[in-house]
């Protein structure tokens, strides 16, 4: 995988999943749980967020193939969606969503919470599963660069896992509008991205 793709699938799986603007629900669905079990909550969630996204890298193409969606199609669906994503970020409907799911899950037990809502559909979500659909795509069948973009997912991940075990004192240095501030930059960030997204779908199409 050449750099400026690498550079681009690592930014948008970054941006898409948000791990600092995962932080304050971290915080908020382990809430008076022990250090031990917010450790296992935040190893389990990143675990199975990688696993899911890894499942769409793998599965994409089979099932682009078997439903008989064609890759340009799903370049702009996806696009059109990571705009809804970025969209929800820029204007707060996001977190206050987040928000509701951190609280219903309050009253399940830890292993579920690391599951749902942490893991699906917060981390991994419609948002990171299509954007790593779209990525896988644009491997076009090279090894090499698919096993980079497993490599990235696995990052992210681990960053996601290092920014909850952190989350309390990001929380505590940013502050309420830092952590407002922040997650409107990032969601103008993924809405120009997303707009690439459906611009190099329809260029696709036209081409072909």
């Known amino acids: 995988m050449p750099r400026d793709a690498l550079i ?4 948008t799986l970054l941006l898409v999943v948000d791990p600092l603007g995962l932080a304050p629900t971290f915080l908020a669905i382990t809430e008076g749980l022990p ?3 917010r450790r296992q909550v ?3 969630a990143s675990i199975i967020a990688a696993v899911i996204l890894a499942g769409a890298a793998v599965g994409g193409d089979w099932l682009f193939k078997t439903v008989g969606i064609s890759l340009p ?4 669906a996806g696009g059109l969606l990571l705009f809804s994503i970025a969209s929800e970020m820029v204007f707060g409907v996001r977190i206050e969503r987040q928000s509701k799911a951190a609280e219903q ?3 399940e037990h830890v292993r579920h ?3 749902f809502p942490l893991a699906f559909p917060l981390m991994a979500g419609p948002g990171a599963i299509t954007a790593t659909v779209l990525l896988a795509g644009r491997t076009d069948g090279n090894l090499v660069a698919f096993a980079t973009l497993l490599a990235v997912i696995c990052a992210v991940l681990a960053i996601c896992y290092v920014t909850f075990r952190a989350a309390g004192r990001i929380a505590r240095t940013l502050g309420t509008t830092g952590n407002v501030v922040l997650s409107r930059l990032l969601g103008v960030l993924l809405a120009a991205l997303a707009v690439q997204y459906v611009i190099d779908g329809i260029r696709a199409v ?3």
């Open 206 to 208: 036209l081409a072909g």
């Open 105 to 107: 899950a309050l009253e």
């Open 8 to 11: 681009s699938a690592f930014v």
């Open 73 to 76: 199609a799903f370049r702009i």
């Open 42 to 44: 935040a190893a389990r």
């Open 113 to 115: 919470i690391a599951a």
């Open 35 to 37: 250090a031990k079990a």
